[in-house]
């Protein structure tokens, strides 16, 4: 059996690198295994860090969200300072445009909505304004982590699957790997999607169709617009993706002519000079779904392994506040916060 190092991480998408950067920088040494880097959740995301916008209702979500919002720049600007690479953060602000009326309070009547955003569709009568969400170029934001990762001295696995975790009583002994048994001090299980493959925790996945289409050069769109069956985020660059699809299809690839039809019908709806912008590329991706769409934090059933999954529409948003919750406890620092997360809520 190869001995790694002080923690080993399974998973590199943005919540294992997050995790993966936050523990080398408080001095532990830390191995990451990666099976497949680009099939991560992490790339195919919208990257919106919207805890307003998604409505999220008073509890200790919305407040882990609004604390991970906070972190944002502060995180960024260390990460973007180490690797030298751009992650697109941008707080552009997100306008939640409605079809039909709601009593809320702050809601825009369609004269006040229009002014945000001229070439909505006539259809639209309101919405929300929520200047504090925000947005990354999650595949920017991901290098930047990997890149950040490795300037550090993180040891990044590409192309290790891990097959099985191996456990006596209470405590992991060590990770069957396509190259042999690895083991390691602490454990993490950062795998998205993938985490019921080797745990039994409730994650599954629920696959996202994304596309996107290139602005003209005077770039019409300076904020995200988040419809109420559709969202538009304009990146910085020109870009401007459109998502998502929420299918209950498990580990089915490709894109499909429906959700692609469905997609684009919404979006031109919403704001209807998109129909005669080029596409650019179409993709999907799996979130990591839990049945009370909750992630799964902190402790497991064996005290060595600790785990940092299951963010389901808002992993990329919650990749700051998981890094630092996790790294916490690593170190035995109670966060009373991660109780509202703990496995053992669906222990029956
Ligand atoms: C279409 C879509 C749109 C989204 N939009 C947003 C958004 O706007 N804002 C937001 O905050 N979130 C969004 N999300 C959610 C977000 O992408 C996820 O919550 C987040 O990326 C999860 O990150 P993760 O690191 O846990 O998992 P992933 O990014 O999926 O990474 C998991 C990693 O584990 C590896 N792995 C899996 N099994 C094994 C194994 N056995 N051995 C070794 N490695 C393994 C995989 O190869 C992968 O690298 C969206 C997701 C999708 C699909």
Partial sequence: MTATTDVLI???????????????????????????????????????????????????MLD?????????????????????????????????????????????????????????????????????????????????????????????????AVKAIECEQNRVTGVRTNEGMLSSDRYILATGAWSGQLLSIPVYPRKGQMLSVRAPDDIPLQQVLFGSDIYIVPRQDGRIVIGATSEDVGFTPHNTPAGMQALLQRAIRLYPQLQHYPIIEFWWGFRPATPDELPILGASPYYNLTLATGHYRNGILLAPVTANLIADAIANQDRPLLKHFHYSRFLT
């Fill in 10 to 60: 399974i998973g590199g998408g943005v919540i294992g690198l997050a995790i993966a950067v936050e523990l080398k920088l408080r001095s532990l040494s830390v191995t990451v295994l990666v099976r497949d880097f680009p099939a991560a959740a992490s790339h195919a995301a919208a990257g919106m860090l919207a805890p307003q916008a998604e409505q999220i209702p008073p509890s200790a």
């Fill in 64 to 160: 882990l969200c609004l604390l991970s919002r906070s972190l944002y720049p502060q995180w960024i600007s260390k990460i973007e300072q180490i690797s030298g690479l751009d992650t697109g953060y941008w707080r552009c602000g997100i306008l939640a445009p409605r079809y039909t009326q709601e009593n809320r309070d702050n809601w825009l009547n369609q004269a006040q909505i229009r002014q945000y955003q001229p070439g909505l569709s006539t259809e639209v009568v309101g919405g929300w304004w929520y200047p504090e969400d925000a947005q990354v170029d999650n595949r920017a934001l991901t290098l930047a982590l990997r890149a950040t990762a490795q300037a550090l001295g993180v040891n990044i696995r590409d192309g290790v």
